[in-house]
């Protein structure tokens, strides 16, 4: 079956450490997205990228990091120059050639104590 | 600026209809997503405008003036499992793979 998977769904780390999520896609899209989501807020876009190799800042890109050397992953990394990291963090990807819609992963929800 | 506006929140009686606006100012325009997020789910795609007019797909249509920057989505013969935020989202100019999202409409339907 083709989707979008993340990993940890729960992630726990103390402040000062870097932390990386994983993305990972099977749907052969071009482009990945970061989003952040708070309680109560919609998504707030962090990085995208629409081709392996590069890759743009969105919205609140401060604080975070990511890659993309391959078509099927997109990994973000939380640094410790981020002030508030505890967030749920979305992943999702999208064809330019079909209806657009994104297909999101499950989510991982990040607490930095 | 780019802004995406919607209520914060809705009540609704199990089989009535609802309807969930959406309003828009963004720079440059290619398509207006409708998503249903279950609380600590992630999204799921519901339905896409990109022309003026209504889009129907079972219990739920959406509907998009781009001349109005306006968009809604209706539900019929509500279900208590409808209750969720409903994200209205807006695909930028083409050539862009840009999606600006709204804060979301959190949805109660009551018994």
């Known amino acids: 079956d083709g989707g979008i998977t993340q990993s940890p769904k729960y992630l726990f780390r103390k402040e000062g450490q870097n932390v990386t999520l994983s993305c990972e896609q099977n749907?052969?899209?071009?482009?990945m997205y970061w989003y952040r989501q708070d309680p109560g807020q919609g998504l707030r876009l962090i990085y995208y990228s629409q081709i392996v190799n590069d890759f743009q800042k969105g919205d609140i890109a401060e604080g975070y990091s990511v890659s993309r050397e391959k078509k099927e992953s997109f990994p973000l990394t939380v640094t410790s120059a981020q002030k508030n990291p505890t967030a749920f963090y979305l992943c999702?990807?999208?064809?330019?050639?079909?209806?657009?819609?994104?297909?999101f992963g499950p989510g991982t929800r990040l607490t930095v104590t | 600026g780019q802004n995406i506006d919607q209520p914060t929140e809705m009540t609704a009686t199990e089989g009535a209809i609802v309807q969930i606006n959406c309003t828009y100012q963004?720079?440059?325009?290619?398509?207006l997503f409708w998503y249903q997020q279950h609380a600590g789910e992630a999204p799921t795609f519901l339905s896409y405008n990109v022309l003026d007019g209504l889009e129907e797909k079972g219990r739920f249509s959406s509907f998009l003036s781009r001349s109005k920057g306006y968009s809604y989505l209706l539900l019929k013969e509500l279900q208590m499992k409808d209750s969720a935020s409903y994200l209205c989202a807006v695909r930028g100019s083409s050539g862009t793979y840009k999606y600006i999202f709204g804060t979301g409409t959190r949805l109660k339907v009551l018994a």
């Open positions: 999702a990807s999208s064809s330019d050639y079909q209806l657009y819609e994104q297909y």
């Open positions: 749907l052969n899209h071009d482009a």
């Open positions: 963004t720079s440059g325009f290619n398509g």
